[in-house]
């Protein structure tokens, strides 16, 4: 599974921007797909996950109300809408597949339960 994410840059604060994770070499639309950030000297850390069949997600309580995760599965495509950012958002945004498909629970919240990374893309808001 290849996963290309897309949609970041430069925005001020109280602004807009929508990623795009888009998988490529094995469908994904059976797992879990997730977002995560690092931001510079910190940790990755998760952001926003999504069941196979889209009908449910899961957030991090610091971006609840502000950012939807979504998917096309039609498009192997995984989407990443964010709203009212602020400057503590700034980070390099990843998107990634939980192709293991373990355990009783849909929700993958750390890094060592998904098995396919994007690259990265980046996200920077200014005050």
């Known amino acids: 599974v290849q996963l290309q994410a897309s949609g970041g840059g430069l925005v001020q604060a109280g602004g807009s921007l929508t990623l795009s994770c888009l998988a490529s070499?094995?469908?994904?639309?059976?797992?879990?797909m997730a977002w995560f950030c690092q931001a510079p000297g910190k940790e990755r850390e998760f952001v926003a996950a999504i069941s196979w069949s889209g009908g449910s997600t899961y957030y991090a309580d610091s971006v609840k109300g502000r950012f939807t995760i979504s998917r096309d599965n039609a498009k192997s495509t995984v989407y990443l809408q964010m709203k009212s950012l602020k400057p503590e958002d700034t980070a390099l945004y990843y998107c990634a597949a939980d192709t293991w498909n373990s355990g009783s629970s849909w929700v993958k919240v750390t890094t060592d339960r998904y098995d396919y990374w994007g690259q990265g893309t980046q996200v920077t808001v200014s005050s």
């Open positions: 070499g094995r469908t994904v639309s059976n797992y879990t």
